[in-house]
């Protein structure tokens, strides 16, 4: 599975903004897809996850009810839509993939995905 990151940019405080993941591969819709970001000096961070099925979401706390991922199986794409951005958001975004062993399957640890994109930068400033 080969993964691509899009749609990053810089906006100011209170936007929103729409990240991609494009992925190949015929077996996609077996992976669980995982978004995570990278601040400058900070550790990769788990952000949101969605099972394979799409009928599975989990977030991170601090972007609970801001953040929404979603995916397209038709076309094997993934987003991260991100609404009421603050500048404690900006960093590399990532997607990241891994084969789930059921429909409601996902994973918030890094160790945990096989799979990466190149990351997004994300810019918000205040």
């Known amino acids: 599975v080969q993964l691509q990151a899009s749609g990053g940019g810089l906006v100011q405080a209170g936007d929103s903004l729409r990240l991609s993941c494009a992925a190949s591969?015929?077996?996609?819709?077996?992976?669980?897809v995982g978004w995570f970001r990278q601040a400058p000096g900070k550790e990769r961070d788990f952000v949101a996850a969605?099972?394979?099925?799409?009928?599975?979401?989990h977030y991170a706390d601090s972007v609970k009810e801001r953040f929404t991922t979603s995916r397209e199986k038709t076309k094997n794409m993934v987003y991260l839509q991100m609404i009421a951005l603050k500048p404690e958001d900006t960093a590399v975004y990532y997607c990241?993939?891994?084969?789930?062993?059921?429909?409601?399957?996902?994973?918030?640890?890094?160790?945990?995905?096989?799979?990466w994109g190149q990351g997004t930068l994300v810019t918000v400033s205040s």
């Open positions: 990241a993939a891994r084969y789930a062993f059921s429909d409601s399957s996902y994973y918030t640890g890094v160790q945990e995905y096989d799979y």
């Open positions: 591969g015929r077996s996609f819709s077996t992976y669980v």
């Open positions: 969605i099972s394979r099925t799409g009928g599975t979401t």
